[in-house]
């Protein structure tokens, strides 16, 4: 169902809120309100939503890759097996939203609130979280692979048997995060806090296993 993004507007405003399958490729959305709107299976690639009160809405397998979500607000959005490929997210509100086997290589998440979101087996290989905040985020199985996680607050996190290979963790909080057989090989870790983290059955970055 091809549509335009004024059509889209229009049928929001008119009360409509089932856009499932909507074809809207490099749609221009900035700053639009499609609050629990329903974009399931919708092609945005290389859409423009950047600004956008997107809270509570379904883009679950929705077509996201190259498309603009900075500052959103994502707020409990359902993005599950989405592709994200190359998305930028920057600041964007991700609290509590969920992004499981979601397709998030090469994104651009940098200062992203992800606060309880759940991305167990997201692909995030190559992302940028630099400085995002993933408190108490599920990371259950997540590849994290050359992941740059600079100053990224992971406290709490649940990073269960997640691939951190070679990723960039320099003075990230992974304080009191569940790290049981992740594997943190080649990861650089310089001043990252990991008090209280869980790391039985990791590897570490000099390739040893904890006990």
Do not use: W
Not at 93 to 117: D, G, S, W
Not at 180 to 195: E, F, H, Y
């Amino acid at each position: 169902m091809y549509m335009n993004a004024s059509k889209l507007l229009r049928r929001y405003a008119a009360g409509d809120r089932d856009f499932g399958g909507a074809q809207l490729r490099g749609a221009y959305l900035t700053e639009a309100i499609l609050i629990g709107a329903d974009l399931r299976q919708a092609d945005l690639t290389g859409a423009n939503l950047s600004g956008s009160s997107l809270k509570g809405i379904n883009l679950n397998e929705a077509n996201l890759s190259e498309a603009n979500l900075s500052v959103a607000d994502l707020n409990g959005a359902d993005l599950n097996d989405a592709n994200l490929v190359a998305a930028d997210l920057r600041k964007a509100n991700l609290i509590e939203a969920t992004l499981k086997r979601a397709n998030l290589q090469r994104a651009n998440l940098r200062e992203a609130n992800l606060v309880f979101a759940n991305l167990a087996h997201a692909r995030l290989y190559q992302a940028d979280l630099h400085g995002a905040t993933l408190f108490q985020a599920i990371l259950h199985r997540a590849t994290l692979q050359d992941a740059d996680l600079i100053g990224a607050m992971l406290q709490e996190a649940d990073m269960r048997g997640a691939d951190l290979n070679r990723a960039c963790l320099i003075r990230a909080d992974i304080s009191k995060a569940i790290l049981i057989a992740a594997d943190l090989s080649g990861a650089n870790v310089l001043g990252a806090n990991l008090q209280g983290a869980i790391l039985t059955g990791a590897i570490m970055p000099d390739g040893t296993m904890k006990d």
